[in-house]
């Protein structure tokens, strides 16, 4: 009986804190933090990490919260930490759309790492690669291809485009085995993209020879390990 009455004040205080903890709003997300994206909203932010205002704090799960999130299609890090009383602060790093992978009648937004951003109603900035076949997709996924080299390689040359200062036409086509692009009305060919530094290297010197001489059509082709060549009409 003694012991009964020397516990009952712990029991008394744990009860009161139980019901304070989980039946109360007192220790409950009331504010979540992000860095925000047209791509996430507050409410798919709740739905991905399985955080919603409301829950307890305590009962905050930041691991799960974290894996959700890495679910979403254009959520590449994750960093989340709670703020008591009544914080959960996400710091996220969101995926950039790369460029436009167009075949048949589908068009997807691809990152520089080959996922699947979203799909496409209609083409995004940039540029976009056609010809390009692919066996399947999921969004938030590497895109499903054989040659999956050839479009890191495309990736490169984008870069490098970008870099350059040149005015490209915005349509990479693959066929044939070649990677092409356009610059006015002078067309390059790059193969399959191996060494494609060295290759852009060298149909930019080509590039700037031929416009100082006035000369603004014809092919450049690097797709070799040979010499460049340059023919005035046509392939």
């Known amino acids: 009986m003694k012991l009964f009455k020397w516990l009952l004040p712990f029991i008394l205080i744990g009860v009161g804190l139980w019901y304070l903890v989980f039946k109360t709003d007192f220790l409950t997300v009331k504010t979540i933090l992000y860095n925000q994206n047209e791509e996430l909203d507050i409410y798919e932010l709740q739905r991905y990490s399985g955080i919603h205002y409301g829950d307890s704090y305590f009962s905050v799960n930041l691991d799960q919260a974290k894996s959700g999130l890495l679910q979403h299609p254009f959520v590449k890090e994750v960093a989340v930490n709670k703020n008591f009383p009544d914080q959960v602060i996400f710091n996220l790093t969101y995926k950039q759309h790369c460029f436009n992978l167009k075949y048949s009648d589908i068009i997807l937004s691809l990152d520089s790492d080959l996922d699947v951003l979203k799909v496409l109603e209609s083409e995004n900035d940039g540029y976009t690669v056609e010809g390009f076949k692919f066996n399947g997709f999921s969004t938030g996924k590497k895109i499903d291809v054989e040659q999956e080299y050839v479009l890191e390689n495309i990736v490169d040359l984008i870069d490098l485009m970008n870099q350059s200062g040149l ?69």
């Open 167 to 235: 005015e490209y036409q915005k349509t990479i086509l693959y066929n044939q085995s070649n990677i092409r692009i356009r610059i006015g009305a002078v067309n390059v060919k790059f193969g399959n993209g191996e060494n494609i530094e060295k290759r852009f290297n060298a149909f930019v010197t080509i590039y700037e020879s031929l416009s100082k001489e006035g000369v603004a059509s014809g092919v450049i082709d690097v797709s070799s390990d040979g010499l460049p060549v340059y023919r005035p009409f046509g392939e």
